[in-house]
């Protein structure tokens, strides 16, 4: 295929019939950034790109730019910057309350954190933004990095290879599988106890659970949750409500919800890996004539605002995402002031926020067996409530 010109996202805008920002959201894989593209309309793009021999070129990370000069050595060059690794795909509040904690805290030592966007819409494609974003930190000479990893086994062995070469890594939300990293996160599996256990007590027996069967310690920990929560009211868990989010969490097997909301004992609440997932499940069970909650009630994960939700309240479990933020910067600052120190683990509470999605009870098939309980504790953590 010959091109006689560049060709430019305004030609492809103009071939597809829409605007250069859509086929910019499209063709660069972006996400949550305020333009929502059909699939019908993505593929129309895609065609107009390849017909007219579009080629998307890769820009690499430019070199950093130093903040100046350290007050005690006007001539030493300020390195004194941490890169933040979080995919735009989270967006919100999550991503800024993030940003904050970890700012409020560098600042105070005089650091400063630099994003770097490892978003993309296929795992794989993650994973290698993930390893370039590390390796860029790496050769930029930055003080260390704030890892929110992609899952999995993807870079395992580049984060192995910069851990012993005593380049900071703290992991949010995710551990490393098979590393001793410097972590903080949440208590998913006492969180997703109290989710799931909400739903019991609204009288809820089929309770189905969005998943991506382990890519991540985090999923790991909220399905051993929804499970304990099921074992401990006297309900047998029921493979069919396990639901897939497939590739790394990116594509919502909608053939197999479908199946499953329509079946014969059909789930009537569903208990979701998090709230990112809402308004494509809430979009399947509208599309089968189902309403939320009164059909079936829906609890979510992070308390993060999802376009697509303007017509409903989600019940969610809550993530302090500032003070997991500030307290990975202060992980960074104690490794960089001390590289071979002891491996340290921060693990936050989570809050229900009770709401529309959930408030709906239906009638109990049999009595809930443990009774009504309204605390759950976790060591040494405070004390959660169940309901509200």
């Known amino acids: 295929m010959g091109v006689t010109k560049s060709v430019t996202l305004r030609d492809v805008a103009q071939r597809a019939g829409v605007s250069q920002?859509?086929?910019?959201?499209?063709?660069?894989?972006?996400?949550?950034n305020g333009v929502f593209v059909s699939d019908i309309t993505k593929k129309r793009v895609q065609a107009a790109a390849f017909d007219l021999g579009y080629v998307v070129t890769h820009r690499p990370l430019p070199p950093v730019r130093r903040i100046g000069a350290r007050p005690e050595n006007a001539s030493r060059v300020d390195t004194s910057l941490v890169a933040l690794l979080l995919g735009r795909r989270f967006g919100?509040?999550?991503?800024?309350?993030?940003?904050?904690?970890?700012?409020?805290?560098?600042?105070?030592?005089?650091?400063?954190?630099?994003v770097l966007d490892t978003y993309a819409d296929t795992y794989g494609k993650a994973a290698e933004k993930e390893a370039e974003?590390?390796?860029?930190?790496?050769?930029?000479?930055?003080?260390?990095?704030?890892?929110?990893?992609?899952?999995?086994?993807?870079?395992?062995?580049?984060?192995?290879?910069?851990q012993s070469s005593n380049f900071p890594i703290v992991a949010i939300d995710r551990r490393v599988p098979g590393l001793?990293?410097?972590?903080?996160?949440?208590?998913?599996?006492?969180?997703a106890y109290i989710a799931t256990n909400h739903l019991i007590h609204c009288g809820h027996r089929r309770i189905a659970h969005l998943t991506n069967l382990g890519m991540t310690d985090a999923s790991s920990g909220r399905l051993t949750g929804y499970h304990k929560a099921l074992h401990d009211a006297g309900i047998a868990p029921n493979p069919q409500y396990i639901l897939l989010a497939l590739d790394g969490g990116r594509t919502l097997?909608?053939?197999?919800?479908?199946?499953?909301?329509?079946?014969?004992?059909?789930?009537t609440a569903i208990f979701l890996l998090s709230?990112?997932?809402?308004?494509?499940?809430?979009?399947?069970?509208k599309y089968l004539g189902l309403r939320?909650?009164?059909?079936?009630?829906?609890?979510?994960?992070?308390?993060?605002m999802q376009p697509g939700l303007e017509d409903l309240e989600?019940?969610?479990?809550?993530?302090?995402?500032?003070?997991?933020?500030?307290?990975?910067?202060?992980?960074v600052l104690r490794r960089v002031a001390n590289p071979t120190g002891p491996v340290q683990s921060t693990v936050f509470p989570a809050q229900l926020m009770i709401r529309q999605s959930s408030r709906t009870p239906i009638a109990k098939d049999e009595p809930y067996r443990n009774g009504t309980s309204e605390t759950y504790s976790t060591g040494s953590l405070p004390l959660f409530p169940s309901h509200a």
């Open 21 to 32: 920002a859509v086929v910019s959201t499209v063709l660069n894989e972006r996400a949550n």
């Open 92 to 114: 919100g509040t999550l991503f800024t309350d993030i940003f904050y904690g970890v700012n409020a805290a560098l600042s105070e030592s005089r650091y400063h954190p630099i």
């Open 133 to 162: 974003a590390l390796r860029y930190a790496r050769d930029q000479n930055f003080a260390g990095a704030i890892l929110w990893h992609e899952g999995g086994s993807a870079n395992v062995g580049l984060i192995r290879e910069l």
């Open 180 to 191: 001793d990293l410097d972590y903080v996160g949440t208590d998913n599996i006492t969180a």
């Open 253 to 267: 097997d909608r053939e197999n919800l479908r199946k499953v909301f329509t079946s014969q004992n059909a789930p």
């Open 275 to 285: 709230d990112y997932w809402a308004p494509a499940v809430y979009n399947e069970l």
């Open 292 to 304: 939320v909650p009164e059909d079936v009630a829906m609890v979510g994960f992070d308390d993060v």
């Open 314 to 331: 989600l019940t969610s479990m809550a993530q302090d995402f500032e003070g997991i933020g500030k307290c990975a910067a202060e992980m």
